[in-house]
């Protein structure tokens, strides 16, 4: 799943803190969020979300829940657009680290 974000440009640091939280909720308390990735173009003021769930349940599950249901809410206004992609994931691509040349 990935999520992109166009923020209003008075409502970054708003949205910014917002959506680092929600993140850092869902990845603790859903057992089927699997990975939550937020990434931040400041040029633009656009945020890109990646996210993998361990079913079409779980993600489910993510949208009911209360702390999304807070963040959806009280993010809406701060929004300009907003596009959601789902994949299907078909790979796993994690470098070791010790393939990494520093």
Request: charge should be negative; proline fraction near 1%; hydrophobic fraction near 40%.
């Amino acid at each position: 799943m990935t999520v992109c974000f166009k923020v209003r440009s008075e409502h970054v640091d708003d949205f910014r803190k917002a959506i680092l939280e929600n993140a850092h909720t869902s990845l603790c308390l859903e057992f089927g969020c699997l990975l939550f990735d937020v990434c931040e173009d400041v040029t633009k003021q656009e945020f890109f979300l990646y996210e993998v769930y361990a079913s079409p349940g779980a993600f489910d599950e993510h949208l009911a829940s209360a702390h999304f249901k807070a963040f959806d809410s009280v993010s809406a206004s701060w929004i300009t657009d907003k596009k959601v992609t789902q994949y299907t994931r078909l790979t796993c691509g994690i470098a070791e680290t010790n393939h990494l040349e520093v």
